[in-house]
């Protein structure tokens, strides 16, 4: 089923309301996202939706936390076209209706690509 | 918004010919543009880092569009890989220097146009009083430490930094360092590290990305030198060609940003590849020496059929350009399907160049691998030196 955006559906089998929310994913982490463009999560913060992001693709956990669990300081994470970190951060409350964008830096320009995220 | 600092006001405003009146007709006649905007194109003074994918559209129609005074700065050379987007240089530039090809280009376009070349790297020890000859820099680079050199010098002199982006259909483009707005690392404080991550070096770039992303530099240039519209300042605009979407994100000045914030801790130009981690790029972070064999070694070996395993660890796509039919895992796979090497065989692991394989042998050795070596030079060697009929991309 496509669920666009942060919807809130109703889980037959645990009778319970689940939010879920759109994470896009920059072309440079999508062979690490079983190459989707974006993916839908659930999340009642941003930093439950990246909790579930991980646990889907454990494969990103590295390119986007630190050994010890932290965000890493490239990473930047948008809320609809605002910064998290202008937000509450990882705490930052979903609506419904919001997207989620992970913003690599990339460095391409004339020659080769260089892309480190 | 942000304008062009003083040049236009302070001195009078070059006069047009009757020549330059007829050439610019079509701006001459639009009331954001008129007389008072070609004057300030031709009186602005703009630096074009990179004379290459992105510096080609934004150096060809900066030209066209009447700006007076236009440095590049670029050192390299023109290879065939290029053709495929840097179309300022043509096939019969292959070998020559990337000034000299743009610079017949951009006087054939353009004969007004003062055209100063800069045939050097941009480095710390340049950058500066390279920048304050000119009223704003167009930031087409390709490496994270240019970047940050040039929103460094950028800010500490002043001048607005033209930013653009690329990799492979997305771009992103902004406008950094204008009076009050935001700088490159107010967005992106610090690099991300190189290490195992699989770097997408060599990871391709469609053709007309750079035109589409070069050409909104070189719309924000002018922009900003007519004072007109709503300048990128603030804003970073994401490209995605493939969907054919472009979105906006808030950017704002970071208080706490080293180089432009309230406590700055950045007040002159650093070692911008150390600050990278860079230094020695390919060097991978296997402390050890990495083993090497050459293609010749190789080719030998596999001649005499010794037992020889040679992962290839490209891409897919490059496989089927060529290969040597060596086992294909690409780098960043590597780590979930290193079960399906033998660690009792020698392995050659191979990639284009030897960079990514560098990584690969790095990453194998440290799980335990001890005959692993790395073929220097990658395909690309073999297709130069053993078997020359193999294409090279
Ligand atoms: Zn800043």
């Known amino acids: 089923m496509f669920i666009p955006f942060h919807t809130c559906i109703f889980h037959q089998y645990h009778s319970i309301f689940i939010c879920m929310t759109q994470i896009q994913i920059p072309s440079p982490l999508r062979q690490y996202s079983g190459k989707q463009a974006a993916v839908d999560v659930p999340g009642k913060t941003v930093g439950e939706a990246l909790a579930g992001l991980v646990s889907l693709h454990p494969e990103l956990k590295r390119h986007l936390y630190t050994d010890d669990g932290k965000l890493r300081a490239f990473v930047n994470v948008y809320v609809n076209d605002e910064d998290m970190r202008y937000l509450q951060k990882e705490a930052t409350a979903l609506k419904d209706g919001d997207t989620i964008s992970i913003v690599p830096s990339i460095a391409g320009g004339c020659g080769v690509m260089i892309c480190r995220l | 918004m942000a304008t062009v600092p003083d040049v236009n006001s302070v001195k009078a405003p070059p006069v047009l010919s009757n020549d330059e009146i007829l050439r610019y007709s079509r701006h001459l006649i639009m009331p954001e543009v008129g007389m008072e905007g070609q004057q300030k194109l031709k009186a602005a003074k703009v630096l074009c880092i990179g004379a290459g994918g992105l510096g080609s559209p934004l150096a060809l129609y900066l030209t066209a569009a ?86 460094d010098a950028c800010v500490l002199t002043g001048k607005p930094n033209v930013y653009g982006s690329i990799f492979r259909f997305e771009g992103q483009a902004s406008v950094f360092a204008t009076k009050d707005g935001p700088c490159y690392r107010c967005l992106y404080p610090e690099p991300p590290p190189p290490g195992l991550v699989p770097s997408c070096a060599e990871g391709g770039v469609l053709g007309i990305l750079p035109g589409l992303v070069g050409v909104i530099q070189a719309t924000e240039t002018i922009k900003l030198i007519l004072g007109q519209g709503d300048s990128l300042a603030g804003r970073l605009l994401l490209v995605d060609a493939l969907g054919m979407k472009f979105r906006e994100l808030k950017l704002r000045k970071n208080p706490d940003c080293p180089v432009c914030g309230t406590h700055r801790t950045i007040t002159k130009l650093i070692d911008y590849e150390e600050f990278c981690g860079v230094r020695g790029q390919e060097a991978p972070v296997y402390g050890g020496d990495l083993p090497l064999i050459s293609v010749e070694e190789l080719k030998k070996k596999l001649d005499a059929k010794a037992d020889i395993f040679v992962l290839d660890v490209r891409e897919p796509h490059e496989y089927q350009i060529c290969n040597l039919g060596g086992y294909l895992i690409p780098l960043g796979d590597l780590p979930k399907r290193i079960s399906e090497l033998d660690s009792s065989r020698q392995i050659v692991a191979h990639c284009k160049m030897g960079g990514r394989s560098a990584k690969a042998v790095a990453f194998l050795k440290q799980a335990g691998f001890a005959k692993v070596s790395n073929l220097t030079g990658g395909i690309t060697a073999w297709a130069e030196r053993i078997d020359t009929k193999m294409p090279k991309y």
């Open chain 2, 66 to 151: 009447g700006v007076g005074t236009l440095g590049i700065v670029d050192f390299d050379v023109v290879d065939y890989t290029n053709l495929q987007r840097q179309i300022i240089h043509t096939t019969a530039d292959v070998g020559r220097k990337k000034l000299d090809s743009a610079s017949d280009k951009l006087k054939a376009i353009n004969p007004f146009l003062n055209l100063r070349t800069f045939d050097t790297k941009l480095t710390s020890a340049n950058a500066l009083e390279l920048f304050r000859e000119f009223d704003i820099v167009a930031d087409g680079t390709d490496n994270f430490p240019t970047r940050y050199l040039v929103n």
